[in-house]
């Protein structure tokens, strides 16, 4: 009786907002908030642990089937739900008020906000090949150092706290970013759209350049052995902590996938904007399909033209970028190191400026859509009153201010890596909550108009599923400095979410 006490307003909330997105809009939010800075970067650590070409793809042929399965599936929900919160509202109606709190409240607190503040970092940090003003260790006020911590599940930190010129000029693009996006529904589309069209040419013409620039060298060493170390019965070392333990080829690929999956994320977040999208029953499913389809093609691509130009292994000491291979290209940058291979020294600053134009539209799409989730709780009583109001441009301007500040603060915690490093495991709880939320629904509520279903449902959604806690689990057992810190996160808002509730009741009383 208690979860009945929570008024369910979004749907009034609807008539608020105004339906400014169409198909072509909606897709490039799709593409634009997936496509980052981490195609450009997250191979070489995959390439480290997988020690093979061959299974190098294959994390992230397996990374794009799940986003696929993901994206056919929500189209359902996202169809037959078209409000705004997306997956908020998914799981608040599938599995209750208390998970959609706890989604909105890891969303907010780390999932969301930490990767805009990441992916802003990585804006800066490419701006500083331009502009070398902007460093992490130019400091201009160091409040001190967090860590490191030795906790039973492994080291976190050390943290340096304070303000630099790198992660100034983060703060400053989040909120020029949120400033844009108060402006207006369309005002956010028109730079999504820009910026999405402009990075996709840019990483499409850098694969193209990889097939046509392909050297004999790197196709020989990786081409002519490409399965080596990828046999089902093959043990690989694998150092967890100070201990080096013996895996197998299946679960190396599920842990290796960390990083492809963050590069993967963010499809989702068409479905936050969904009482804005014209035509949702049609809309939101197409551009779910056709945003992820497209990023998989492009990232598959992208992974076999750098292995076109440079060789997998390499040496950690090596002065050139064919020398340092793809598992040790400077400071992890293997998108800059294939472009330096092409277009020589001008490689490095041509990157820079595609990273920059990649970060920058992959911000505003995370932006845009994410105040959407916290707006919706706000609707539901679920978070302060003001957040769930619309500003004269019709968007929820508080919403996003309140995004925009602790994303902000986040971007004075931590280096891009220490911001991404439990944000995975977190991620996938609840995409497989979602998805268990769609055989609820099915049972619960057959009578609910669902213009589409779910493409191939029951099988490849429950699929996902296994795949994600086969993930999940292997995390568990060997990146457990990426998983319990998430779960605390998420475990802290079951508190969170009764005292709100308590307060809610007792100011209605």
């Not at 706890?102 to 940090?125: D, E, H, N, P």
């Not at 820009?194 to 004999?216: D, H, M, Q, R």
């Not at 201990?243 to 068409?270: P, R």
Request: with cysteine; hydrophobic share 50%; aromatic share 12%.
């Amino acid at each position: 009786m208690a979860e009945a006490a929570i008024p369910r307003t979004v749907e009034t909330a609807r008539s608020e907002l105004v339906k400014g997105l169409g198909l072509l809009d909606s897709t490039m939010i799709v593409v634009g908030s997936m496509i980052g800075s981490g195609i450009f970067i997250v191979s070489a650590d995959i390439a480290r642990q997988v020690q093979s070409p061959g299974l190098l793809i294959v994390v992230w042929l397996m990374t794009g089937l799940m986003t696929m399965i993901g994206a056919l599936s929500y189209g359902e929900l996202a169809a037959a739900m078209p409000q705004a919160g997306g997956q908020y509202v998914y799981l608040r109606e599938s599995l209750g008020p208390l998970w959609g709190f706890l989604y909105g409240w890891s969303m907010l607190l780390v999932i969301q906000t930490g990767t805009i503040a990441a992916v802003a970092i990585a804006f800066a940090k490419f701006t500083g090949v331009l502009f070398p003003w902007f460093s992490s260790t130019a400091w201009m006020w160091k409040m001190g150092t967090l860590g490191p911590y030795r906790l039973w599940f492994g080291e976190l930190g050390p943290y340096n706290l304070g303000l630099n010129t790198q992660n100034l000029l983060a703060i400053v693009s989040i909120v020029f970013l949120t400033w844009v996006n108060t402006r207006g529904l369309r005002t956010g589309a028109r730079v999504q759209n820009v910026f999405t069209f402009a990075k996709t040419g840019a990483l499409v013409g850098l694969i193209v350049l990889g097939f046509l620039f392909a050297t004999s060298a790197a196709r020989g060493v990786n081409f002519t052995d490409f399965w080596r170390h990828a046999g089902f019965s093959e043990l690989h070392s694998y150092a967890v902590g100070s201990e080096t333990l013996w895996i197998g080829t299946l679960t190396l690929i599920g842990v290796a996938m960390v990083g492809s999956l963050f590069a993967s994320d963010a499809w989702n977040n068409i479905t936050f904007t969904a009482g804005e999208v014209k035509n949702p029953s049609r809309n939101l499913p197409l551009s779910l399909a056709l945003g992820a389809g497209i990023v998989t093609l492009i990232y598959v691509l992208a992974n076999v033209s750098y292995l076109n130009v440079l060789p997998l292994a390499g040496d950690p000491a090596g002065a050139t970028a064919v020398e340092r291979g793809i598992q040790f290209a400077a400071e992890e940058r293997v998108g800059t190191a294939s472009a330096e291979v092409i277009f020589g020294s001008s490689g490095a600053i041509i990157m820079a400026v595609a990273i920059m134009v990649s970060t920058f539209g992959c911000n505003n799409g995370l932006i845009l859509a994410g105040a959407r989730i916290y707006y919706a709780m706000a609707r539901d009583g679920l978070f302060f009153k003001p957040v769930g109001s619309v500003n004269r441009h019709h968007v929820p301007g508080t919403a996003l201010v309140v995004q925009c500040l602790w994303a902000s603060a986040l971007c004075l915690s931590g280096t891009y890596s220490q911001l991404l490093d439990f944000l995975i495991f977190a991620v996938l709880v609840f995409y497989i909550l979602t998805l268990a939320g769609l055989f609820v629904l099915r049972v619960r509520q057959p009578e609910l108009p669902r213009p589409y279903r779910a493409f191939g449902y029951p099988v490849l959604p429950a699929l996902y599923i296994a795949l994600a806690l086969f993930i999940e689990v292997q995390l568990l057992r060997y990146k457990p400095q990426y998983t319990w810190p998430g779960l605390l996160v998420v475990a802290l808002g079951i508190p969170v979410y009764f005292l709100w509730r308590r307060s809610t009741s007792r100011a209605a009383a």
